[in-house]
């Protein structure tokens, strides 16, 4: 009898669902809205249906789906409980138990950038090592651990936000974060930073760059336009680097990961970025781990599908 | 039948010994030279020789000893195979499988500072808690990462190596630490580092200071001094707790550890240290992580011979 999982990507606007073989072959994916009203009462029990409908779709028995595994945007502890979602309007939910109980089967939860690492460490980008972190670095920075092919989740689910290490003087960077300090990782190295940072630059100084012309400037103007060798560009790509090589050798002498993996939309930059960023870090890395890979994310939005099925797909 | 196991702490000049009950009640404890002529070749079998001597005194046989557990100073990969150890003279050593080939038992290695993590979290200071992080300040600066009461060696073994994160600018800490780099949280938070920086401080001015009587200077007679008010001191105390809490911010952001333990010669400084070093980290720590506790340690030498003996404890 043919066995399989569901991996499921929770977010603020869809919920991306997927069909796996226990082996980690996609059968099938779609969408359905992510319904917030009613502080997202409806949330759990659509997704719930929505893998009826497909079970019954396909024939499948809960006998032959081993799990279901469910990556949500919040901290979440012992793969169960979700600590708040403010984008899905969830005070603390027994995210694993409740949907356990809705479809009869097996769940686990986490966060959804740590379901994202996982998924790069099972089937991605850091695919055949186990021990993997993974830098996710959009509008801000994610981040996950991956020791052993497991998710290290930490006591408050707070694990893997290595976009809040405070790695800069607060005169370095542009304004408050999110988080409440300034000089976070994620004020350097978020796509919003690289723009911020350079927009400060270009304010500050009078020196020529192709980005003068550009407005409203994206993070991959900026980096398009550093490898394209405009010297204002490039110090703007090189300070950010060299943040991220000295945030990645810190990380190195707490978990000493096999590889690093670079996701999200500022990872588009490619090799460029690889190269930058383990350059940088050689400099700061201790020697016993100063080889250690970086490799570019390679399951886009999917990551967080797969890495919430490989959670459950060996249970 | 009563059910017990051996730790082992091998040092480079003495191997400490315990036998422990499988519940963790130390029942004795000894000592034996470390002989590292030869390359070391004798030193697995000394171990073993004693371990056989001191079941057949107790009249204990191999059934009712569920393992040995041994920590060694150096790198290890996969809880047995030691990647050099130069105090003992080794090379690359299958530690594990050569130990328990000897004595016809199973046998469990791992680093020494990783094993007095492990046992700080069995037995010691942060007894009660999963999810553990070790700072060991003492000639260097030591750590050990514990997650889900299992100790994190990473790819090669280099995990916990807490002490060469290089956390300040490389003019603010004296010559080079001994991995190569300057700006080493070493070189700023080791009893060797205080010392250097407090002498640097005192020869660079002339404010007063009843340091200034004291020759050869200790990290002690600073913390001593910081404690009684002497403002020089505190300056050098306080320069040396803010590194450590912004060291245990960013390890925080990357594990998320239920609570940081202090231990080392250093930590005989005790409550004052811990208040400052938690000051500081809450400057610094991302606000989901932001009450993580800090206790000092409380096992001494014997968290080695401790942590190894947990290892196994539970075979």
Same mark, same amino acid.
Request: proline share 0%; glycine share 22%; charged share 15%.
């Given at each position: 009898m043919d066995k399989y999982c569901f991996g499921v990507d929770l977010g603020g606007t869809t919920v991306k669902i997927g069909l796996f073989s226990i082996e980690g072959q996609l059968q099938d994916k779609w969408e359905i809205p992510t319904r917030t009203e009613n502080h997202g009462a409806e949330i759990l029990s659509d997704i719930a249906a929505s893998i009826q409908s497909r079970m019954d779709t396909g024939h499948l028995?809960?006998?032959?789906?081993?799990?279901?595994?469910i990556g949500v945007p919040g901290p979440v502890l012992n793969e169960n409980i979700v600590q708040g979602c403010v984008n899905l309007g969830?005070?603390?939910?027994?995210?694993?138990?409740e949907l356990s109980a809705l479809t009869g089967m097996k769940v686990k939860a986490a966060n959804d950038a740590?379901? #994202?690492?996982?998924?790069?460490?099972?089937? =991605?980008?850091?695919k055949g090592f186990q021990n993997l972190v993974m830098f996710t670095l959009g509008t801000g920075?994610?981040?996950g651990i991956i020791q052993n092919g497991r998710i290290i989740s930490g006591a408050n689910g707070a694990a893997g936000e290595i976009g809040h290490m405070v790695i800069v003087d607060s005169d370095e960077v542009v304004g408050t974060c999110g988080c409440g300090h300034r000089g976070c990782l994620e004020q350097v190295a978020s796509a919003t930073g690289i723009v911020n940072l350079t927009e400060k630059k270009l304010a500050e100084c009078s020196q020529d760059s192709v980005l003068r012309e550009i407005s409203p400037l994206t993070a991959k103007d900026v980096l398009d336009a550093a490898k394209a060798g405009d010297a204002l560009a490039e110090q703007? #790509?090189?300070n950010m680097m060299k943040q991220? =090589?000295?945030?990645?050798?810190?990380?190195?002498?707490?978990v000493n990961p096999d590889i690093f993996v670079i996701g999200g939309g500022v990872s588009k930059a490619g090799e460029y970025l690889i190269e930058g960023i383990s350059r940088y870090y050689k400099d700061y890395a201790f020697h016993a781990s100063a080889d250690t890979k970086f490799a570019l994310a390679s399951l886009g939005n999917d990551a967080g599908m797969i890495g919430a099925a490989g959670m459950v797909c060996t249970l």
């Open positions: 028995s809960k006998e032959q789906v081993t799990g279901i595994g969830w005070g603390n939910v027994r995210v694993a138990d740590n379901v #994202a690492a996982l998924g790069e460490q099972w089937q =991605g980008g850091g920075v994610g981040g703007a #790509a090189e991220l =090589g000295r945030a990645a050798a810190y990380i190195a002498c707490v």
